[in-house]
Every structure is written in C-alpha cells, then in structure tokens.
C-alpha cells in the first residue's frame, strides 16, 4: 500500500462519501462475470485499506461470495466497492476518487473470463480464475 493523505470518494448523489487511508495506486480490472453483469464491463479497481464509509445507512451490501461482497449506494445505485472479508479489503471503484487519483494500470483478473469484444492496450500482469481462488478462497479444514 502507498503511504499517502487519504483519498476521499463518493457515489453519484452524495450520500456516500468514502475516506482511504491506505491505496494502492495501482489500478486493477476484473472481468467475472459477477463484475461484468454488476456494471456492464469490467470493474475498473484500486485496493484500499484503512477504510471509512460515511453514512453506512445508504449503502446496501451484496453478499457475492463466501469470502466477499459488493456495496452500492442504496439512493443513487453507484457501485462502491467490493470487499474481501477476511482481510478486510477494499477494491473501489476507481471513479469514486475523481482526479484525486492517478493509478497506473497493472493487473487485470479472471483474464480467463475476459470476453473477445474488448481489450486493453496496455501490458498487465494477468491473472486467471484458478489463481484469484487460490489466493482468496477460504481453505477448507
């Protein structure tokens, strides 16, 4: 994570307002099929630690998984974060921070899943559907 001032964020209509503490400004995309059926394309990310949601009451939340889940504002439907539970990781959505931010595009996930009607120019890291589960998914006992 980038040592720096937090990054501040927030949805469409203002209800929401986010505070990073910690980010990475490295810019993730995934293309699953959950973030492609969430938005229309895919999640365009920057990991966030140290997180703060401002008025909480706004934002549903979206269990996705066992180890994660989506939160969007619940007035204005902008899609906020997806967050990894047991790390307490944030991914938001990139626009939220605006200009505020300027990430450097370096990995794309579920490349493996990533349709043929699009395609970024710039070289990633990649990686596949079997390698995020190894890294996310919790370990049976």
């Known amino acids: 994570m980038n040592e720096q001032k937090p990054l501040n964020g927030k949805c469409l209509c203002g209800s929401?307002?986010?505070?990073?503490?910690?980010?990475?400004?490295?810019?993730?995309a995934c293309h699953c099929s959950m973030c492609r059926q969430w938005g229309g394309g895919p999640y365009m990310e920057v990991s966030c630690k140290e997180v703060i949601i401002k008025d909480i009451k706004s934002v549903s939340v979206f269990n996705s998984s066992d180890w994660a889940e989506r939160g969007f504002c619940k007035k204005c439907g902008t899609h906020l974060f997806y967050h990894i539970?047991?790390?307490?990781?944030y991914q938001i959505q990139v626009g939220l921070f605006g200009s505020s931010i300027n990430?450097?595009?370096?990995?794309?996930v579920f490349i493996d899943k990533k349709p043929a009607y699009?395609?970024?120019v710039e070289e990633t890291q990649n990686l596949t559907e079997a390698q995020i589960f190894e890294m996310y998914a919790p370990k049976e006992k």
Not at 16 to 28: C, D, H, M, S, Y
Not at 85 to 89: G, N, V
């Open 16 to 28: 929401v307002k986010i505070i990073a503490n910690k980010v990475n400004p490295e810019l993730t």
């Open 85 to 89: 539970k047991e790390s307490d990781e």
């Open 103 to 108: 990430p450097k595009f370096k990995c794309q």
């Open 118 to 120: 699009y395609t970024f």
